[in-house]
């Protein structure tokens, strides 16, 4: 049998790190996609699996990723509802990022026949988006004429 490692190489964490946003004078859209977030029903004490998407504007801070990959680790073992969950990871994003603007997306695996989606945001205070810019759309090019 192998021997655990006395510092392991990774472990969960709730510490979210950040770092500067390397263009903080434009919008610019950051997407996580988590796809593979466990914790367990908090009555039940059955698994839970949820697909998160985090679309993020970020100010002067963004989200490093191995630390966002351990804070999701960190509700392996946790009971939690979906809906308090997923504002939780908000609550706690924006608590150390302060984005312009975020968006959690969760899509809960189906239970009992039934498939919950839980979206919550935050807009910070003043902030106003850009319009939205349509352009139009163009069929794939094979670099083939023909």
């Known amino acids: 049998m192998r021997e655990v490692p006395k510092n392991p190489p990774s472990k969960p964490s709730k510490d979210i790190l950040v ?3 390397p263009n903080p004078e434009r919008d610019y859209v950051i997407q996580f996609q988590v796809p593979e977030f466990t914790c367990h ?4 004490g059955q698994p839970d699996f949820a697909h998160f998407t985090i679309d993020m504007i970020a100010d002067e ?4 990723l191995k630390s966002l990959k351990m804070y999701f680790w960190s509700y ?6 979906h809906e308090k969950v997923t504002n939780k990871i908000l609550d706690d994003i924006v608590a150390v990022t302060d984005p312009r603007f975020i968006r959690i997306t969760a899509k809960w695996y189906v239970r009992g026949g039934i498939y919950t989606n839980v979206v919550a945001e935050h807009r910070k205070p003043g902030w106003t988006p850009a319009p939205r810019v349509d ?7 094979s670099g083939m004429l023909g």
């Open 19 to 21: 770092f500067p946003n």
């Open 41 to 44: 029903c908090p009555l039940t």
């Open 61 to 64: 801070l963004c989200v490093e």
């Open 76 to 81: 392996r073992n946790e009971g939690a509802f």
């Open 135 to 141: 352009l139009p759309g163009h069929g794939f090019e």
